[in-house]
Nanobody
Framework: QLQLVESGGGLVQSGGSLRLSCAASGRTFSSYALAWFRQAPGKEREFVARFSRRSDITYYADSVKGRFAISRDTAENTVYLQMNSLKPEDTAIYFC??????????WGQGTQVTVSS
């Protein structure tokens, strides 16, 4: 069973940058489609960015397009989320997720990102 552990969250000022990491263990993640989601206080969890399972094509939520970048290091079994030009509305718990089918059913514990104005 694949296990995911996020890290890299923290407190940053508006306009700053952070890079989140998601380390996978238990199985190689090449068989999985990987994504980042986030959940702000009082809001539902929302999609942020993802890889297509069978290629390097990436997809982003409109709210982060041009500011965030998802990448992966297959040798390290790690997925990253580079976040630039951060805004207070990016404040949320960020989760890494994986799927083999149509539903993301493997989740990390999340890492808190707080952007101060």
């Amino acid at each position: 069973q694949l296990q995911l552990v996020e890290s890299g969250g923290g407190l940053v000022q508006s306009g700053g940058s952070l890079r989140l990491s998601c380390a996978a263990s238990g199985r190689t993640f090449s068989s999985y489609a990987l994504a980042w989601f986030r959940q702000a206080p009082g809001k539902e969890r929302e999609f942020v960015a993802r890889f297509s399972r069978r290629s390097d094509i990436t997809y982003y939520a409109d709210s982060v397009k041009g500011r965030f970048a998802i990448s992966r290091d297959t040798a390290e079994n790690t997925v990253y989320l580079q976040m630039n030009s951060l805004k207070p509305e990016d404040t949320a718990i960020y989760f890494c997720a994986a799927r083999t089918g149509t539903v993301y059913d493997i989740w990390g514990q999340g890492t808190q990102v707080t952007v101060s104005s």
